[in-house]
């Protein structure tokens, strides 16, 4: 079955940078890659999406020109480099991957930016 998992979460200042892994196994190598966030009291948002070659993403437009997200598709791993943290991008960050037979969650990364 599908497995991800997801690394590098953790406590940083507010302006810190923070670079969150996600592991896939058992997919397609057809796949399109995400990362996710749910703050406290808020619904699971979309931060950005990566397409099966990379060649495309997509971001919410507060993470824009901060966030990056990456892919090495040989070995099937999604990356999330994350820049002048806020306080507003506290939350857990989940990895998904959705292939042909479905779509797919991590356990989730706790990232909390400090004032």
């Known amino acids: 079955q599908v497995q991800l998992v997801e690394s590098g979460g953790g406590l940083v200042q507010a302006g810190g940078s923070l670079r969150l892994s996600c592991a896939a196994s058992?997919?397609?190598?057809?796949?399109?890659m995400a990362w996710y966030r749910q703050a406290p009291g808020k619904q699971r948002e979309l931060v950005t999406r990566?397409?099966?070659?990379?060649?495309?993403?997509t971001y919410k437009d507060s993470v824009k020109g901060r966030f990056t997200i990456s892919r090495d598709t040989a070995k099937n791993r999604a990356y999330l480099q994350m820049n002048s943290l806020k306080p507003e991008d506290t939350a857990v960050y989940y990895c998904?991957?959705?292939?042909?037979?479905?779509?797919?969650w991590g356990q989730g990364t706790q990232v909390t930016v400090s004032s």
């Open positions: 990566i397409s099966s070659g990379g060649t495309t993403t």
């Open positions: 998904t991957l959705r292939d042909p037979m479905g779509d797919y």
């Open positions: 058992g997919s397609s190598s057809i796949n399109v």
